[in-house]
């Protein structure tokens, strides 16, 4: 079945440094893939998306492309900030259902 | 201001005795769905709805039962709850009936203890 499986945290980084958390997927079909941000005591928020081979997600300097012949989803960021610290969900839908990744939980020391 | 409210937010019950999660939007969407959130399980669907009246299974529905009478509305119904259920739920609704394509907006969430 379709499925996410994300880099296993937690992520500890200071200030300014370069991100990565990797993510594959497997799915039947052309899946749309999505990451999500979700800070402390809240619910999920989107931060990219791409629905197609080749597309680059980016929002708030984070940035993702849809890597088919990988089947992958890094997301990627220059320059992290303290504010950044959440938890990073990547996700995918074929259609009506989701399936997310584990999470990974990243924290950005100054 | 466009939402996802869920209430409550917290409960602790016990095991066997009936309840429901009530979950609201006021952005006329179409596209709604329930989701639990467990350590280490990352979230998992437990039902969608597409719409008015149409509602369908997700990965982990054993155990819930959901309606949709209204499009504002989807409520979780726990009938007979038990320990493997306590978890974090979250509600989401999306702005069509194909959401695969785009953004869900999630409720603040409900921590549910069943002892």
């Known amino acids: 079945g379709d499925s996410v499986t994300q880099m296993e945290g937690p992520v500890t980084l200071s200030e300014e440094a370069f991100l990565t958390i990797n993510c594959t997927y497997t799915a039947t079909g052309y899946p749309s893939l999505f990451w999500y941000v979700q800070y402390p005591g809240e619910g999920l928020q989107l931060l990219l998306k791409a629905t197609k081979a080749d597309d680059k997600g980016s929002n708030k300097g984070f940035e993702a492309t849809y890597r088919k012949e990988t089947t992958s989803f890094h997301l990627e960021k220059g320059s992290v900030q303290v504010s950044d610290s959440a938890v990073y969900f990547c996700?995918?839908?074929?259609?009506?259902?989701?399936?997310f990744g584990t999470g990974t939980s990243l924290t950005v020391i100054p | 201001e466009a939402q996802v409210t869920q209430n409550p937010r917290y409960l602790i019950t016990v095991t066997g005795k009936k309840l429901t999660v009530t979950c609201s939007q006021n952005m006329n969407h179409e596209y709604m769905s329930w989701y639990r959130q467990d350590p280490g399980l990352g979230l998992r669907q437990i039902y969608y709805s597409m719409n008015v009246e149409v509602t369908d299974k997700g990965d982990v529905p054993e155990g819930y039962k959901v309606s949709r009478k209204e499009k504002r509305n989807f409520p979780l119904i726990l009938e007979s709850p038990s320990p493997n259920q306590t978890s974090l739920y979250f509600c989401?609704?999306?702005?069509?009936?194909?959401?695969?394509?785009?953004?869900?907006?999630f409720g603040p969430g409900t921590r549910l203890t069943v002892l």
């Open positions: 989401a609704s999306s702005p069509a009936e194909l959401a695969g394509y785009n953004e869900q907006f």
């Open positions: 996700a995918l839908s074929t259609g009506n259902q989701f399936y």
